[in-house]
């Protein structure tokens, strides 16, 4: 496709559950980021991919979050024993330079 | 103390204002400079890179200022396409850092 996708792009979990976020990016880019963006808020850094290396994953705010990008394409990220604090938007980002293509995000809400 | 501060907004003005943001980022190492645009439920996506010297886009100008840390954002003759959130980008080795944005609404 021409740009970043990402699936699924709404999901309801229950607290407790664990979920996974799927994102394809630009083929082509090497560099994958994930953000995390609350209400109201600018997206806040989680971790970052250079092809299938993790170089970056100081933003993951707990252990419950884990990211993989195994064959250096599409990513997931994994949120275990998700909680209500857990609900944002979650944005994937590919890049080649500067400029970072971001995908429509997954609206995760924690019920 | 976030490391990219920006004016709360919201910004309410008239079509055919001119409007401007401010921002300012904590970190000196920082080694280039965005304005990123967000519409309500969307993705954000790149408006402009920011110089030292100065850019300008059509109706957009974005100045830079390494010494004070300080990033601008200056929209002449405002639209009402123009209404969405703006978003203060800095970079350093790939490590992007955002604020939280600016909210601009036009009206007619």
């Known amino acids: 496709g021409a740009g970043v996708s990402q699936s699924p792009r709404y999901k309801v979990a229950k607290r407790g559950q664990d979920v996974a976020l799927r994102c394809d990016p630009i083929?082509?880019?090497?560099?994958l980021f994930w953000y995390q963006q609350a209400l109201g808020q600018g997206p806040e850094f989680l971790t970052y991919f250079q092809n299938e290396a993790q170089l970056d994953k100081s933003g993951l705010p707990s252990d419950r979050f884990f990211a993989e990008r195994p064959e250096g394409s599409v990513s997931t990220l994994k949120i275990q024993r998700t909680q209500q604090e857990d609900s944002a938007v979650y944005l994937c980002?590919?890049?080649?330079?500067?400029?970072?293509?971001f995908g429509p995000g997954t609206r995760l809400t924690v019920l | 103390r976030k490391e990219v501060e920006q004016d709360p907004g919201p910004f309410n003005v008239p079509e055919g204002a001119t409007v401007a943001f401010n921002c300012t980022y904590s970190?000196?190492?920082?080694?280039?400079f965005f304005w990123y645009r967000q519409d309500c439920r969307k993705e954000p996506k790149l408006l402009m890179s920011?110089?030292?010297s100065g850019n300008e886009d059509g109706r957009f100008t974005a100045q830079l200022n390494r010494a004070s840390q300080y990033i601008s954002l200056l929209i002449r003759d405002s639209k009402l396409s123009d209404s969405a959130t703006y978003l203060c980008?800095?970079?350093?080795?790939?490590?992007?850092?955002f604020g939280a944005g600016t909210r601009l609404t036009v009206k007619p």
């Open positions: 970190n000196s190492a920082s080694q280039s």
């Open positions: 980008v800095v970079n350093r080795y790939d490590d992007m850092r």
């Open positions: 980002a590919s890049s080649w330079g500067d400029e970072q293509f």
């Open positions: 083929s082509g880019h090497v560099s």
């Open positions: 920011v110089y030292s």
